[in-house]
Structure formats: C-alpha cells, structure tokens
C-alpha cells in the first residue's frame, strides 16, 4: 500500500515509529506535511498538490494533526476523503474531539461519566456556573488548551473569579469543571485501536502539580484498567467516531469519568510504558480497513 503521513515533522517518536512500522509491512511511506499542502476545489475532480506536485495514488492516510494547525489540517483530511481515499481518523471526528464543550457535549448525551462541567457566557453568570459544579475547589480548562496548557486548578471560589476574569481578559473560552480530588494527580491513558484498547498506563503528576501529562513532567506506568474503564474508553472513541484515540479517564468515587478523547496521541510514552508495538497495530489496522471509498462519517454531530 501507499500510505500518507500527515505530520508536520518526521522527526518525531510518533512519526518515525508509524514509518517504521509500516516499511517492515512493506508499504511505502510518504510524510505530507499539511501546511504545505494546496488545493483545488471543483466538481467531481478534488485536487491535492504539494510541493508543486499533484498527490496522487494514495491507499490510506494516517493524520497526525498538531491541535495549533486544526482548521487547516482538517480541511486536507477532508480534501482527501473527497477523493475517496481512507483516513484512519476523518476529519469530522478529528473536529469533533478537539473542542472539548463539543465532545464532552457529545459524550453526556450517550450518558458517558464525565466530571461535572459548566459552561457560561456573561460575567453576571460566572457565580452560577460555578455553583452548577459544586464550587471550590474546580478546574477551569481552555477549550482549544493540550498538554495540559490552560488548564488551572483553582481551590478557592476567589482565585477561580480571577482565573475566569483573566481568561474573559484574553477573550477565551472555557470550561468550569469539578476537581476530581480522589484521583489524587493520577489518570489513566487508554490507546484505543479499531475497537480494542491496545494498551493502557497510568500518568500520575510530579509533586505540587495536579495535571498528570507527560509534557508537564508526569510519569508513566503500565495500568490493568477495570472492564468499566474498557467499555468507557471504548465508547468515548466510538462516539467521537475515532478509529484511533487517546481517551484520558480519571478514576473517580463513582466510576470512570472521560476528561478527554485525543485524535492524535503520542506513542512514545506509551510504548515505552507498556512494550506494546502500537505502531504495528495501527499500521495492522490500516491494512484490514483501508479501500477506496471507505471514508464514512462514524459518530455522531
Ligand atoms: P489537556 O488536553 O491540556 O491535557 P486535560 O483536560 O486532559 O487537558 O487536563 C490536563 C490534566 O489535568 C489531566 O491529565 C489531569 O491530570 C488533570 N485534570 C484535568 N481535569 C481535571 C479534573 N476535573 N479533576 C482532576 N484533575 C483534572
């Protein structure tokens, strides 16, 4: 097969194993980096052109969309989908998981656990958002924030009038959350893979720190997740309509609560903590999947 990375840089550990991956299957490899990708929109004859070379011939594309170059990033997704190529994930899912109001709106509706989140507009109604999610201590969280960025516990309902007024300052959106206090630092990171959770670790937050990213120096270890956490994984994916998906769960009093779905999670501190070839199994998942015109919109909204 003829296999497009998307990815801005082939340097990194997540990219380098997707190619690794899929030359020891036999495929050929091409990274696409998005940005310079150019298009052409007409009727029936969708055109990609990079480099000043028309794209042609692809099997399957694997986007590995970085959250700063979404909007463009999507759109040469969709542009491939127009021309009836597979996409591991497609563009409405990638869409779908990157605004967080939007997927934890998606997830609440199929009745998936989640933290008790609020969501307000006007000045005047930041004290009665905060009240909807039981008060101090509470998350506030950027929309549109990874890696943690953005993301700010506030113990106190005065320190959280002030995160929400700077936030406002900025003109960001943002989502007031309940701190899950009882998952002490600690989340759980399952890789979900075509319906399969592939591997799972646990990311707990060095000292003095409540987020538990590895950008953010958390460290990883490998994790056996409860059935509920499988089928709570699984779900949040199926319903972002992810073939492939980070889906981040904190272990809370009353079960598993989803914090996010990420359409393009790292490999790199997963592998390393579990020893599991998540590449191959991507890649194997590509070569099971992937046919022309095999691009349909799974999910919902
Ligand atoms: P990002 O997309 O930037 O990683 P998250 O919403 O996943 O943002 O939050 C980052 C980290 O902060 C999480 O991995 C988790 O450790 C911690 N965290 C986020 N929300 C909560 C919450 N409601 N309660 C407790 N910890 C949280």
Excluded at 101 to 111: I, V
Excluded at 235 to 263: T, Y
Excluded at 274 to 299: H, L, M
Aim: one cysteine or more; proline letters at 4%; a positive charge.
């Amino acid at each position: 097969m003829k296999i497009g990375i998307l990815s801005r840089n082939r340097h990194l550990y997540s990219t380098r194993r997707l190619i690794e991956a899929a030359e020891a299957r036999g495929h050929k490899v091409q990274v696409i980096d998005v940005l310079r990708c150019y298009m052409k929109i007409q009727p029936h004859q969708p055109e990609i052109w990079y480099r000043g070379r028309k794209l042609e011939g692809f099997d399957a594309v694997i986007p590995r969309i970085g959250a700063s170059v979404t909007f463009y990033g999507t759109a040469v997704v969709r542009q491939f989908e127009m021309q009836g190529v597979y996409t591991l994930n497609e563009s409405v899912a990638i869409t779908r998981a990157r605004d967080k109001l939007r997927a934890l709106q998606l997830l609440a509706r199929k009745g998936v656990g989640l933290p008790r989140t609020g969501f307000a507009h006007a000045p005047d109604d930041t004290e009665g958002v905060m009240q909807l999610v039981g008060g101090a201590p509470m998350v506030i969280k950027l929309i549109e924030g990874t890696q943690g960025q953005g993301v700010v516990l506030a113990e106190t309902a005065n320190a959280a009038s002030s995160v929400i007024e700077a936030f406002r300052g900025l003109d960001a959106y943002f989502l007031v959350q309940e701190f899950v206090g009882e998952a002490r630092g600690s989340d759980i990171r399952c890789f979900v893979v075509g319906g399969e959770v592939v591997a799972a670790m646990q990311r707990t937050a060095c000292e003095g720190e409540f987020r538990s990213n590895l950008h953010r120096g958390g460290s990883a270890t490998p994790m056996e997740i409860t059935p509920a956490e499988r089928r709570t994984a699984l779900r949040a994916a199926r319903i972002m309509g992810l073939n492939v998906a980070g889906v981040d769960l904190l272990r809370s009093k009353s079960g598993p609560m989803v914090m996010e779905v990420n359409s393009s999670p790292g490999l790199e501190g997963i592998e390393a903590a579990s020893g599991i070839d998540i590449a191959g199994a991507i890649i194997g998942f590509v070569e099971a999947n992937a046919r022309p015109g095999r691009t349909k919109t799974k999910g919902r909204g």
